[in-house]
Each structure stands twice: as structure tokens, then as C-alpha cells.
């Protein structure tokens, strides 16, 4: 039976392999992005202003902890694609059950934990008091609840991406995205059930989606190496030790940048609701082009772990150009199409005159921020694709702690920009991984140093 999962990203034109395999990865993006917009339009026409802020602080409080593990998710998946390049098939099989094990684990207890200490979650991100506290409450009860289908999901996307398979995550997102419109619709605009309705649509599109995507792999078992027995989901000691030395400084990275965007959103929160409000559509809106600049790097960074790992070295200067390349005229499209129908773009999510006059002033933060969409992620899939967990940590730490925070402390209460003193300081730091690991491009090291498989 020929193997139709695994793949090796090492043959033909770079150019094209990138395409191909970051298509998918493109329209599982832009489904994400397409039902996540839906989140923010039906909650803006059908709740409000309040559940516009509702939703965006309860995100920030879920995607810190999604992000948080998500490193060592991506961590999994250098790792798998590695191992391939390597000829090491059977390390691969034993890592997927150590990732699913370690990380089902890890989200179930940071679920409980944030559904026990909900108050002073709610505390901690300033979150506006009233209706717009309850939404946001309710929307993080739900979300912590389903939080191991989540972390799941992504595995199971990571898994596939660091075997060189892109379409079927695709498959499991339009399946996600599809369900969480249609209950949507149906929970807020027919049950009437507001904030809680729109968590509950997206817990449940996602354990869907999770589940179709483990019956996926069960079938394609043999192609895995991987058995789906208890004894096959046991954490591996082989496995666990590198898992652990990247993952380690990938999660900091993770959960300090979302620990930081945390900190700076819960000070923008504290400006009121319209502020809230823009902070979460403004998110929306960037989200449009880092899914699109993030696909190419999510393709990029497999690639360049399977040519380490197969000590293909002259391929990786080819992928990151490529890469940088797309994502500067993604970036610029979105740039001018901002510029010029500014009314059409924030107009799509509310007619709050606050809030659009509020959306008019964010274009000079937006377009800085999708400067950085264009040059981090080329240079953050080489550090990630390399496996140098030194200077993931450092990114994280640069950019998440003394660049992200200090810059929006600096800028919003000492400088007094304000609001816009926190949104600038976001922004610059997002260009780190550009500074840093150009740096590291520049100098060549990433041809010499142990890689994670040795």
C-alpha cells in the first residue's frame, strides 16, 4: 500500500513544494479566520458593543492558554519532521503518543485550574464590569471546559503538518468551521443565548473536528507508525528528552508572548468597552493576513526540519527567501486595501459610530503591524524549523517580556499615548524574530550546530 500521509519535502523546486503544501494550510487559515469573523459579526449585530468586548477579553484568557501549549505542539512537530529527514520512522510513532499523552494531560488541569480561579482571571485582564463581565465569564467557563478537544485538535494538526500532510487539517477545519456558523446561528440568533451560545458553538464544532481527525489517523495507523493502544500512549523517555528540551523553551516562547499580549490587552481593556471592542476587531483584522503569512511559514518550517535533518543545507536559504518574499506582498495588498476602504473593512463588524471612529485613528497601528506580519514568520520558521530551542527562548523573552510589555508601558502610561501607546508597543515588538533571527541567518550557524535528532 503506498504511503499517501507521509511526504518528503525535500524533492523538487522549493518555490512549488511551498505552494503546494501551504495551500491548504492557506484555506484551513482562511476557513479559521472566516468563522472566527463570524464569531465577532453575529455577536456584533446580535449582542453588541458588550459582547463585542465580552468576546474579546474571554479570547484573550483562551488563547493564552492555546498558545501556551501550542509550543510544544510545534515542538512535535520539528521534532517528527526531523526524525523523517532522518530516516528515523520509528522515533516518529513514539513521539505521537507522548505528544497526545503529555498535552491531553497538561489540558485538563490548566482547564480546571482557570474554571476554579475564574474570578480572579476575570480580575487580572480588567475585564469590564456589568453585562460584559458575565459574557466574558461565561464564554471562559465553556471554552476552559473544552479545552482538552482544542489542545487535541492542534496535536493532531501538528502531527500531520510534521509528516508533510497539509490537506487533511484542512478536511477537520472547514468541518469546524462549517458546524461552528451553523450553531452560531442557531445558539445566538434562534436560542437567544448571547455570549454563552458562541463558546459553546465553538467547543462543540471543535470536539467534532477533533474526533473525525483521531479516527483519521486510526485508519492511516501503519503510515504513522503508530499503534492505538494504551502502551502506544505512554510518554516515551527516548522521545520525552528532546520533546522536552526544544518544547520547553517553545512553550516560554509562546506563553510569554501570550502572557505579554495578556498583560498589555487587560490595560487596553481598562480604557472601557469601545476600546475592548476595537482591540478585538483590530485582532480580526490582522488576523487576515498573518493567517495568510502564517500558512507559508507553517509549510516553511517543515521543510527546513526535513533538509537539516537530511543535511540538505543549501535548500534552506531558498525557503526563506521564497517565504519572505510572499508574505512582503501579502502584506503590502493588505496594506493599500486598509488604506483606501477603511469604512468597508471595520464596517464589517459594527456600525457603532464610537467604535468606527475609534477604527479610523488604528490604521497607522495596523500598518505597522502588518509589517511585522510580513518579515517575523519567515525567520521564525527557521528558527523553529532548525530546532534551536536557545533562541526560541530568547525570542520569547525579548519579545514577550521586556520589548512587548516594556515598550507598552514605556509608550502608554510614561509617555502617555495611551491606548495607542499600548497598540504601538504590541506592534514593534512583533519584528524580534525578524531582528534576531536574521542575525542568525546571517551568520551561518544553523549549518553547523546539533540538531534535536542527533
Not at 517528527?80 to 532522518?86: E, K, P
Not at 525557503?319 to 508574505?327: A, D, K, R, T
Not at 525570542?395 to 504601538?424: A, E, P, Q, T
Request: glycine letters at 10%.
Amino acid at each position: 500500500m503506498p504511503n499517501k500521509i507521509v511526504k518528503d519535502l525535500n524533492q523538487g523546486s522549493v518555490t512549488k513544494t511551498m505552494i503546494l503544501f501551504a495551500m491548504p494550510l492557506l484555506l484551513s487559515g482562511v476557513i479559521q479566520m472566516l468563522y472566527n469573523t463570524a464569531d465577532m459579526i453575529i455577536v456584533g449585530h446580535f449582542v453588541g458593543t458588550k459582547g463585542l468586548a465580552a468576546v474579546s477579553v474571554g479570547g484573550d484568557v483562551m488563547h493564552f492558554l492555546a498558545f501556551a501549549a501550542m509550543g510544544f505542539a510545534n515542538a512535535g512537530q520539528v521534532i517528527i519532521s526531523q526524525y523523517l529527514g532522518a530516516g528515523l520512522k520509528d522515533r516518529a510513532g513514539k513521539l505521537i503518543g507522548t505528544l497526545f499523552s503529555f498535552l491531553l494531560a497538561t489540558a485538563v488541569v490548566l482547564g480546571v485550574a482557570t474554571i476554579i480561579f475564574r474570578e480572579q482571571v476575570m480580575h487580572w485582564v480588567n475585564a469590564p464590569a456589568g453585562e460584559t463581565w458575565d459574557y466574558a465569564m461565561s464564554y471562559v467557563i465553556v471554552c476552559m471546559a473544552g479545552m482538552p478537544f482544542i489542545y487535541g485538535y492542534n496535536v493532531v494538526s501538528a502531527i500531520l503538518r510534521g509528516m508533510g500532510d497539509s490537506k487533511h487539517p484542512l478536511i477537520f477545519v472547514a468541518v469546524a468551521a462549517g458546524l461552528n456558523v451553523v450553531l452560531d446561528l442557531l445558539f445566538v440568533v434562534v436560542f437567544k443565548w448571547a455570549i454563552f451560545g458562541v463558546a459553546l458553538a465553538t467547543i462543540m464544532s471543535q470536539s467534532i473536528s477533533f474526533i473525525l481527525s483521531i479516527i483519521f489517523l486510526y485508519r492511516h495507523r501503519v503510515d504513522f507508525g503508530f499503534d492505538f493502544n494504551l502502551r502506544s500512549f505512554k510518554i516515551n523517555t527516548q522521545v520525552f528528552a528532546p520533546l522536552v528540551k526544544l518544547g520547553v523553551p517553545m512553550f516560554l516562547q509562546s506563553a510569554a508572548i501570550s502572557f505579554s499580549m495578556l498583560y498589555v490587552n487587560s490595560y487596553i481593556n481598562s480604557y472601557g468597552e469601545v476600546a475592548a471592542a476595537m482591540n478585538g476587531i483590530g485582532n480580526k483584522v490582522g488576523m487576515i493576513v498573518n493567517i495568510i503569512n502564517f500558512s507559508f511559514a507553517a509549510a516553511a518550517s517543515p521543510m527546513i526540519g526535513q533538509a537539516i535533518g537530511a543535511e540538505y543545507y543549501s535548500r534552506v536559504p531558498k525557503v526563506v527567501g521564497v517565504s519572505l518574499g510572499i508574505n512582503t506582498g501579502i502584506s503590502v495588498i493588505m496594506a493599500i486595501i486598509l488604506v483606501i476602504f477603511p469604512q468597508l473593512v471595520f464596517g464589517i463588524f459594527t456600525t457603532d459610530p464610537e467604535v468606527m471612529k475609534l477604527a479610523i485613528a488604528y490604521i497607522p497601528v495596523a500598518l505597522v503591524l502588518l509589517a511585522g506580519s510580513a518579515v517575523r514568520p519567515p525567520l521564525g520558521a527557521l528558527i523553529n524549523g532548525v530546532g534551536n530551542f536557545k533562541l526560541n527562548f530568547l525570542v520569547g523573552i525579548l519579545d514577550g517580556v521586556l520589548l512587548r510589555i516594556g515598550l507598552s508601558m514605556v509608550l502608554g502610561l510614561y509617555m502617555g499615548f495611551g491606548i495607542f501607546g499600548f497598540w504601538y508597543g504590541h506592534a514593534i515588538a512583533g519584528f524580534t524574530p525578524f531582528v534576531i533571527g536574521g542575525i542568525y541567518y546571517l551568520t551561518g550557524r544553523w549549518r553547523t550546530r546539533k540538531y534535536i535528532v542527533n
